[in-house]
């Protein structure tokens, strides 16, 4: 018996040891075959929590008993027992001194065997921490004093903690107001000691029950045997050297320092807990609800509260440390809206960010970072992503922000690669057309700068004679796609618009018949100098007149000579080819325009100068055009007391025939005049003979003037 009360006291000692031991000293790790144990550290554990630190992407579980189906299972942490701020899970509601077994494995694994499996102790309760066995739970080396453990008449074990009630010893349970009496809680270090448990004077024959004593506190799987059919022997008072009993009465000590939080949610305030303190909030100070778990659930959000602890064990209680104030944070947010796509790419999403809303990506169903600028670079194309967002909160004072609705975008594909320059198809004064090739978009600039995109290869509505730049793309969808690569650029040029002339021959001209005509050809651009590729003119080729005159130019001059042999009208026409400067010389392009000139070759017309003196007339008279071969009569009309002298037709004088003549087949200018002589004879002056006359008004004037001097003198002298 004594071996196993020693083993008992062993093994209560080794627990108290296991209880008060580091973190890692209870945590005893299998793992099953194939798996490489990560030992997940411990934050803390009490006689009924244990909580883990735990890893990016992984969930922890804890080995239970099924009690509908009777078999052991792995039940996986809630998400509320997950504290991702401090990145931990607790398992609550556990036994205490409880050996539980766990295991992790990646988040959303479905699977269940072949798992790393890790054993965890919870702690002794507080209540049976620090047992001590007191000293005369072990009988002394040499004890030959009765036993005085046998239990009376009433057949029950005596209780040595209290006094018989005919016991004239003096009550051993108190201390000795010497305090010389030996520490019997404590096992003697020796032996020499003085034995108070022998009589003196006599020793009485020692049998196997004189050195068996009661345990004061005897391990709950452990069983003493106590004799209830003895008696002792003689005067029924106990013995005065019997061993005092352990004074159980607390011991005060100092107060400890203020507890400290562990963690603090809306409802929920955890502390740091230690060893052998208990801990209360204080509602009334008065009535304090003392615990060992340093956890206090159901609380209000936004409200302060106070804690207090203090030593506690069988032998100690300290005053009680000054208060922990704590407040509680506010509830939750609710969650937003979802959030809207401003913009994408292949690599990017830009949300429209919200004052007061931060914006975080989804993995594993879980937001991975937050951010107030709703945008997120470096990620795939063509791949699913879930956004969401929240309130903006303060994590020292309130919960986290509920989380909205996840916004489903999918990333655009990579931009497709570049296709080679368009190459031209055909061209004109007004537009260009590319080669079209499947799947491809086309764009034109004029300054290689600005773009305009289209679908169709035929770019229309241009301006003539002038350069553009064009490129070419894989067509893609917005939506879902970067716009691909662009080609590299390459320009073409409308051709220059026809305004070919013909000159030297005015257009609807009237030419007398017979005349002689030189017509030359202009073409549009002949007068470039330096020709670049892709430049146009208009060439003259071929000229045709009267409808049966057909020659053509190999090369300038481009000049055509002929004569109006015939009255009629006439045209002209002068046929162009378009030519292009390609591979550094022109070319023709097989184009041709035409310009005409139309005119008219008319009977000659000759004029007849008719004129005649002062003393008559001539009808007509002045210029006269005539056309070739035709006649004109003139009529000769004379003043009164006149005649017709002589008519004289190209300065030859010619016969009249009643004051009348006919110039007949004109074929050349002609002039014709007449002179009148007076019909009494007398003599006509001639033409520029008029000295008498002039003689006659002389001498007239200057008689006048003397008259006029000499009336003038006479009245000046009939004044004096």
Request: proline share 6%; with cysteine; net charge negative.
């Amino acid at each position: 018996m004594m071996k196993a009360m020693k083993k008992t006291l062993a093994f209560l000692l080794a627990l108290a040891l296991i209880g008060t031991s580091g973190v890692f000293s209870t945590l005893h790790v299998s793992a099953a075959e194939n798996k490489e144990a990560k030992e997940p550290q411990v934050v803390s554990k009490t006689d009924t929590s244990i909580t883990l630190q735990t890893q990016e992407n992984l969930e922890y579980a804890l080995q239970v008993k099924d009690e509908k189906t009777d078999t052991i299972i792995w039940k996986w942490a809630a998400d509320d027992q997950y504290n991702l701020e401090k990145q931990t899970v607790i398992f609550q509601d556990l036994k205490a001194d409880t050996d539980y077994k766990f295991t992790y494995r990646e988040k959303n694994s479905q699977e269940e065997t072949e798992l790393p499996v890790f054993t965890i102790r919870t702690d002794v309760q507080k209540e049976q921490e620090n047992i001590t066995t007191p000293d005369n739970t072990k009988p002394q080396e040499n004890n030959t004093t009765p036993d005085k453990t046998k239990p009376q008449e009433d057949n029950t074990a005596p209780d040595n903690t209290k006094p018989q009630e005919d016991n004239t010893t003096p009550d051993k349970t108190k201390p000795q107001e010497d305090n010389t009496a030996p520490d019997n809680t404590k096992p003697q270090e020796n032996n020499t000691a003085p034995d108070n448990t022998k009589p003196q004077g006599e020793t009485p024959p020692s049998t196997d029950n004189t050195n068996k004593l009661q345990m004061a506190t005897p391990p709950s799987d452990s069983h003493v045997d106590s004799p209830t059919d003895e008696k002792p022997k003689g005067n029924n008072t106990p013995s005065t050297d019997i061993q005092p009993t352990k004074d159980t009465t607390p011991k005060p000590v100092n107060a400890p320092d203020a507890p400290t939080a562990s963690s603090v949610t809306d409802t929920e305030i955890i502390l740091n807990t230690e060893e052998k303190q208990e801990y209360a909030m204080i509602q009334d100070e008065k009535d304090l609800v003392w615990q060992a778990s340093g956890i206090f659930k159901d609380l209000k959000p936004s409200t302060d509260y106070s804690f207090v602890t203090r030593i506690k064990t069988d032998t100690e209680i300290s005053e009680n440390s000054k208060p922990l104030k704590v407040t509680t944070k506010s509830s939750a947010a609710k969650a937003p809206a979802t959030p809207e796509l401003s913009e994408k790419t292949d690599t990017r999403i830009q949300i429209h960010s919200v004052t007061g809303q931060e914006y975080s990506l989804l993995k594993d169903g879980k937001p991975i970072s937050w951010n107030t600028s709703g945008n997120f670079e470096n990620l795939s194309p063509e791949t699913e992503y879930q956004i969401v967002t929240r309130i903006i909160f303060n994590d020292e004072e309130a919960m986290p922000s509920e989380i909205s609705k996840p916004l489903i975008i999918t990333t655009k594909s990579i931009a497709a690669q570049a296709p080679e320059a368009p190459k031209l198809s055909g061209r004109s004064e007004t537009s260009i057309t590319l080669q079209a090739q499947k799947s491809l978009e086309y764009a034109i600039s004029t300054d290689g700068t600005t773009w305009k995109w289209q679908s169709g290869n035929v770019f229309s509505g241009l301006k003539e004679n002038t350069s553009y730049q064009f490129i070419a793309r894989k067509a893609f969808d917005s939506d879902k796609a970067m716009p691909s690569k662009e080609s590299p650029a390459i320009t073409y040029k409308t051709y220059m618009a026809f305004r070919g002339t013909i000159e030297g021959i005015k257009a609807n001209g009237t030419y007398y018949r017979d005349t002689k005509l030189t017509a030359t050809a202009v073409g549009t651009g002949m007068n470039q100098t330096s020709p670049g590729n892709w430049d146009s003119r208009w060439v003259p080729k071929t000229w045709t007149w009267d409808g049966k005159n057909y020659s053509s130019w190999k090369s300038a001059p481009y000049d055509v000579t002929f004569v109006l042999d015939k009255v009629g009208d006439y045209c002209l026409t002068v046929g162009y080819e378009l030519e292009e400067h390609t591979s550094g010389s022109w070319k023709g392009t097989g184009l041709t325009k035409t310009s005409s000139v139309s005119f008219k070759a008319v009977v000659p017309v000759y004029t007849i100068q008719a004129s005649s003196d002062k003393y008559g007339k001539i009808s007509p008279s002045g210029t006269i055009e005539v056309k070739e071969g035709s006649s004109t009569e003139f009529t000769f009309t004379p003043n009164k007391d006149y005649k017709v002298s002589k008519v004289f037709v190209n300065g030859k004088q010619v016969t009249i025939k009643n004051n009348k003549y006919t110039i007949s087949n004109v074929k050349a200018n002609q002039t014709i005049s007449v002179s009148f002589e007076r019909i009494d004879g007398r003599q006509i002056p001639k033409t520029g003979d008029e000295s008498q006359i002039f003689l006659y008004t002389v001498l007239f004037v200057s008689a006048t003037a003397i008259f006029l001097l000499v009336i003038r003198a006479q009245r000046k002298k009939n004044h004096n």
